[in-house]
């Protein structure tokens, strides 16, 4: 019997890296997408592998919502300067002032967001830009190719999506066209976190439990802070709790939790029995195929 | 202890229980998350359904809930303490078989399921010879509804030894029969007892334990050129390695390679990764290699060992399945073609035939090949590929053809009979 197997977190960070090389050796000028949570940490992360010794051989978006929680821009700062890489910053306040975007009522950026992104990638004349998207966080997100189409207006076509085989990917995109390359399509929250732990890659202190100051609103905990204020008549409690995503200050809900660990974290993410974005997103939750419809955007 | 990989595709349609089987599988080994299921049974609610409509779980886009049928390939992940799975759950329809022909590209097991009280149709000889076709090494055959027969032992073994008379003549390499009922559960992941009579493993049991990593090719060393890495800082100086994954056989420092098309020779002087050297590399472990000797090498070039190497070829044989709606493939057609991590342009010097994917005939007279039809074709490649088989070998025997004028993925190929001649 032969003993050349991979183990399943090794093999899919070869499939992993074999995609990052693929995009850096075809593609003009590909672009990494980074929000600061643990699914773009860990792309950068094999990145970094991918080319060694040489420097990731292309910049770093930051999509800069400007309701970010302080501790991801420290993260976001201290990564790039550690990595030597380029940072661009596509900032939604800004746009909003510049009138190419308005605030939404519920106070939601994460639509709006898509606009700004799509300009800075045009401005930059990027044609691949790297997600952490992963397979098993959504059904729209189930059925996206790794090597994901958009025309020239960002927009994501279900119905015309091109066939993927083997390892064979197809960048070939005319001037203006891009493609959205997704390094962890295969990859769960539980491969996610199991990987983090064996590599030892530090994390943002939002994803470890801790006691924190919270309300409860619509069975969510909100930390109570500059973004998400008490409102009148409500109260706050302290309540042991992390963050199970990492999206916007004011829209990501903290789940109880004690893992204030990586390994107990990984224990905790083995047992649950709700997703993640079920468990912290306020804005996934509001029809069967939002997450399609803000894809055909431009949306990642 | 760490747990290994296997990906299986399933084809089938809603009438063979398949999404039933496929939530059976999530829902019993604990992969199947409670929000999931509340959402499912909320929409099946409200369509008046007086069953949660598991299949609403796998079709994620808005034209598939519209119209209740699969469209696409969908990818489910579940693991056991033994195993993580990645399932590409495809619809089986003869208009969908680009679609299993996707699914069935990079999976280790194929899994067909078929009605007791139906018995072998045309859809499972379809099922089964795409399996053969895109080299899937196991096919585990479920046959599903056991219930509705009264688990009777004759019925599964009447289907049984019908299918593997049929299957001899695609020449599966490993085959599997397994008497279920998705929807009772009987042998999917627990035992049955209503089929005392069976002696094999649940479902889920035999995917567990299938043995796939011997399926790989650990003899022939091709190791396409992906990318080369040559550090421009003050740190590392003079490095120049060569990044890929490994397509088959097993690297060694020290070994001696060829690289083509150049067929000059060296030495690996050492097989990197960020993570420090190793000694060996086997498929599919992404690494860098460093030779001993400065030769020009760059992305799309090949890495093998002197005394085994890939046919060079410029003309390709191969059976092709055609994939896009919007054009046809015709003898005279110029197609881009990207083999391993090479790009050239092919032209189709001819048709031999199209294969009828229900009753294998070939029909020789033959003018085009559409959407989802598949047949051999002889190409003339402007640059030399290094090429296996299909058989012998999925990374090096397979290829895909891309329309030049709209960048569309529109046929994949597998390599049949490799002949020298450049």
Redesign the interface.
């Known amino acids: 019997m032969n003993t050349h197997s991979l183990s399943q977190d090794r093999a899919l960070e070869a499939e992993s890296i074999h995609i990052f090389r693929e995009v850096a050796a075809e593609m003009q000028r590909p672009c990494l997408l980074f929000s600061g949570g643990k699914d773009s940490i860990v792309m950068l992360h094999i990145a970094r592998k991918a080319f060694h010794p040489s420097r990731i051989p292309f910049p770093v978006m930051h999509v800069d919502t400007g309701l970010n929680f302080p501790e991801i821009l420290a993260y976001r700062d201290r990564w790039i300067e550690k990595l030597g890489l380029k940072l661009v910053v596509a900032s939604v306040p800004d746009a909003i002032a510049r009138g190419l975007v308005h605030e939404e009522p519920n106070g939601s950026r994460n639509r709006i967001q898509t606009p700004v992104l799509l300009e800075t990638a045009e401005k930059h004349q990027f044609d691949a830009l790297f997600g952490g998207g992963r397979r098993d966080e959504e059904k729209a997100r189930a059925k996206e190719r790794v090597f994901s189409f958009r025309d020239e207006f960002g927009q994501w076509d279900p119905k015309n999506q091109r066939p993927e085989l083997w390892n064979l990917y197809n960048g070939r995109v005319h001037l203006g066209q891009s493609i959205r390359v997704f390094p962890l399509s295969n990859w769960t929250e539980l491969d996610v976190w199991t990987y983090i732990a064996s590599e030892g890659i530090e994390i943002p202190e939002l994803y470890l439990a801790k006691e924190r100051k919270v309300v409860e609103r619509g069975g969510m905990l909100y930390a109570v802070n500059e973004f998400t204020p008490l409102r009148d008549g409500e109260s706050a409690k302290r309540v042991m709790c992390r963050y199970r995503t990492v999206g916007d200050a004011n829209l990501t809900a903290a789940v109880e939790s004690g893992a204030d660990t990586v390994a107990k974290i990984v224990e905790e993410i083995g047992a649950v029995r709700i997703t993640e974005r079920g468990a912290t997103r306020g804005d996934d939750k509001t029809s069967e195929t939002s997450m399609e419809d803000r894809k055909k955007e431009g949306y990642f | 202890m ?4 296997l990906r299986f595709a399933t084809a089938g349609s809603v009438d063979d229980g398949k999404s039933t089987l496929i939530g059976r599988l999530l829902y019993d080994s ?1 992969s199947l ?4 299921l509340d ?1 499912v049974e909320r ?1 099946s609610r409200d369509r008046g359904n007086d069953y949660t409509d598991l299949a609403l ?7 598939e ?1 519209e119209q209740g049928i699969t ?7 579940f ?1 056991t303490p033994r ?2 799975f ?1 399932i590409a759950d495809t619809p089986g329809h003869v208009q969908y078989t ?1 679609n299993m ?2 699914g069935a ?2 999976a280790d097991v194929a899994l067909i399921l078929l009605d007791a009280r139906k018995g072998i149709t045309e859809q499972s000889r379809r099922h089964a010879f795409l399996a053969t076709l895109l080299g899937v090494p196991h096919v585990v055959v479920c046959v599903n509804k056991m219930d509705l027969v009264d688990y009777d032992e004759t019925v599964f073994e009447r289907i049984r030894d019908e299918f593997s008379d049929f299957a001899t003549r695609l020449r599966v390499r490993d085959m599997t029969f397994i008497p279920v009922s998705a929807l009772r559960g009987d042998n999917v992941v627990t035992r049955s007892d209503n089929m005392p009579w069976f002696d094999g493993s649940p479902l889920l049991s035999h995917l567990e334990r299938l ?1 796939v ?2 399926d ?1 090719n ?1 003899v022939d060393v091709r190791f396409p050129v ?2 080369v ?5 003050h ?2 100086i003079d ?1 120049r390695g060569y ?3 490994v397509a088959s056989g ?1 690297l060694k420092a020290g070994d001696r390679v060829v690289a083509l098309p150049s067929g000059l020779e060296s030495t690996i002087a050492s097989i ?4 420090g050297p190793v000694d060996e590399a ?1 498929a ?3 690494v ?1 290699v460093t030779l001993s000797d400065e030769i020009d090498i760059s ?1 799309g070039d090949m890495l093998c060992r002197p005394n085994n190497m890939p046919t060079v070829a410029q003309d390709v044989d191969a059976q092709v399945c055609w ?1 896009d709606e919007t054009a046809t493939l015709m003898p005279g057609r110029k197609y ?1 073609i ?2 391993t ?1 090479r790009w050239a342009r092919a032209m189709v010097k001819e048709l031999n035939y199209r294969v009828d994917v229900n009753t294998l005939h070939r029909d020789e007279g033959a003018t085009e090949l559409t959407l989802n039809e598949i047949g051999r074709v002889q190409l003339r490649v402007t640059q030399p590929l290094f090429v296996d088989a299909y058989q012998v070998n ?2 090096t025997g ?3 053809l ?1 329309d030049e004028a709209t ?3 529109v046929a ?1 190929g597998m390599i049949g009979r490799t002949h020298v001649g450049v």
């Open positions: 760490s747990m290994d990989l604990k998350f409670i929000d999931q959402a929409v779980l796998t079709d994620g886009l808005r034209a809930r469209i696409d390939v969908a990818y489910r992940y693991a195993r993580k990645i680009r022909v996707t590209s990079t043995h990593a011997s790989r650990f992906q990318y890495i040559r550090p421009q800082s740190e590392v490095y990044a890929g994954t097993v990197d990764t960020a993570d086997y599919p472990m992404a860098t992305r994939m881009g990207k083999h991590t999925r990374q397979s290829f895909i891309v960048n569309r993925t994949a």
